[in-house]
């Protein structure tokens, strides 16, 4: 089974979909604030299933903790959850660093407790340094210019240390440019 975080915005319910298509149980947590839960039914639309859908705020310890417990099959974690305009993080850096980060934090800490150190990352090309020439690889310089993308780089970072804590920890990172895209309709 595979927690997803984020699982009606944008990536989160395509990722949903592809799951589903592939015989995955999927759950989704999300707070609707990128997205609305009018994506459920689309879910079902594409693939005929109607995932297990969780309304709830990344930060509310005491809410993943339920959701672990309820769930005690979920092996893997895809974080895709946060908030993600680059120019509203720059007029709200607090609330970036509050949402993206904090609620990271929330979910890792869970995550440790009940065993569950499968996770993969929903980050941003933001995190390049755009000083240096494209095409972008992992060793690229790294320069977030943005409150969006030091979120997103200190959240990489935070993955990189628990990894080197502790080895269990199996850790992907997804950098996205500009994602876009659809299912085709029936």
């Not at 969006?148 to 935070?158: F, R, T």
Request: hydrophobic share 40%; aromatic share 8%; glycine share 6%.
């Amino acid at each position: 089974m595979v927690l997803i975080t984020g699982g009606t915005g944008f990536i989160g319910s395509h990722v949903a979909v592809d799951l589903i298509e592939r015989g995955h149980q999927v759950i989704l947590i999300d707070n609707y604030c990128n997205s609305s839960p009018e994506i459920i039914s689309r879910i079902w639309q594409i693939t005929g299933v109607t995932p297990i859908s969780i309304v709830g705020d990344m930060r509310e310890e005491t809410l993943l903790g339920r959701v672990f417990h309820t769930y005690k099959n979920i092996d893997c974690v895809i974080h895709c959850a946060g908030l993600k305009s680059v120019s509203e993080s720059s007029k709200s850096p607090l609330d970036y660093f509050d949402n993206n980060v904090r609620s990271t934090i929330s979910l890792l800490k869970i995550m440790a407790e009940v065993g569950v150190k499968k996770i993969i990352f929903s980050s941003s090309a933001t995190i390049y340094d755009t000083n240096f020439a494209s095409p972008f690889d992992e060793s690229s310089p790294k320069l977030a210019t943005t409150p969006y993308g030091q979120s997103k780089l200190i959240i990489e970072d935070l993955l990189e240390n628990i990894c080197r804590s502790d080895e269990e920890w199996k850790v992907v990172i997804l950098r996205y440019f500009n994602p876009i895209g659809a299912h085709l309709a029936d």
